[in-house]
T-cell receptor, first 109, second 118 residues
Framework: GQNIDQPTEMTATEGAIVQINCTYQTSGFNGLFWYQQHAGEAPTFLSYNVLDGLEEKGRFSSFLSRSKGYSYLLLKELQMKDSASYLCAPKSYGQNFVFGPGTRLSVLP | DVKVTQSSRYLVKRTGEKVFLECVQDMDHENMFWYRQDPGLGLRLIYFSYDVKMKEKGDIPEGYSVSREKKERFSLILESASTNQTSMYLC?????????????????FGSGTQLSVL
């Protein structure tokens, strides 16, 4: 099986930077996805990493270390609309997605 | 844009009722999934399907069944609803993984159905 660990909740201030960590254990690793989910809405795709390193996409970046089973999502210049849950989902070859419990981020003015 | 549509946003049912949750996708995706989402537990896979008429159990299939008679439609059935099935139900679809590139397998979710069983 897969063990996925994320902080349950985080709070940050508008304009700040926040890093959401995810650790996982999986066999046959084939990439890691991050999804964003606003309250009462469907999760939407944010990023995908399969190689070690940082992938930057505007204000959001995602980092992966395959050897450490570790990823983080970095959100810069936080806005109120970034208040949401962030789901980490490692993918294994031939297997379905397994989602982490999610990190609920609250952005305060 | 991919659209995954779930027939109901909110449903209230009574214990013992048979409940149908419908999901339709318009991007000709081979794969379809049903998840439930509960506070503190995250998304858990109930059933999935990789083709028409095909179904596979996920991690928590007990008390549920599914039907996939057409490629675009995947139905979740609660044969006899119970209070512990009160939850948010999310349908998702994805294209088949034709290459080793997992990025192509990303999931597209519907808006969810909040089911309350009284």
């Amino acid at each position: 099986g897969q063990n996925i660990d994320q902080p349950t909740e985080m709070t940050a201030t508008e304009g700040a930077i926040v890093q959401i960590n995810c650790t996982y254990q999986t066999s046959g690793f084939n990439g890691l996805f991050w999804y964003q989910q606003h309250a009462g809405e469907a999760p939407t795709f944010l990023s995908y990493n399969v190689l070690d390193g940082l992938e930057e996409k505007g204000r959001f970046s995602s980092f992966l270390s395959r050897s450490k089973g570790y990823s983080y999502l970095l959100l810069k210049e936080l806005q109120m609309k970034d208040s949401a849950s962030y789901l980490c989902a490692p993918k294994s070859y031939g297997q379905n997605f397994v989602f982490g419990p999610g990190t609920r981020l609250s952005v305060l003015p | 844009d991919v659209k995954v549509t779930q027939s109901s946003r909110y449903l209230v049912k009574r214990t013992g009722e048979k409940v149908f949750l419908e999901c339709v996708q318009d991007m000709d995706h081979e794969n379809m999934f049903w998840y439930r989402q509960d506070p503190g537990l995250g998304l858990r896979l109930i059933y999935f399907s990789y083709d028409v008429k095909m179904k596979e159990k996920g991690d928590i299939p007990e008390g549920y069944s599914v039907s996939r008679e057409k490629k675009e439609r995947f139905s979740l059935i609660l044969e006899s609803a119970s209070t512990n099935q009160t939850s948010m139900y999310l349908c998702a679809s994805s294209p088949a993984g034709r290459t080793s590139e997992a990025a192509n397998e990303k999931l597209f979710f519907g808006s969810g159905t909040q089911l309350s069983v009284l």
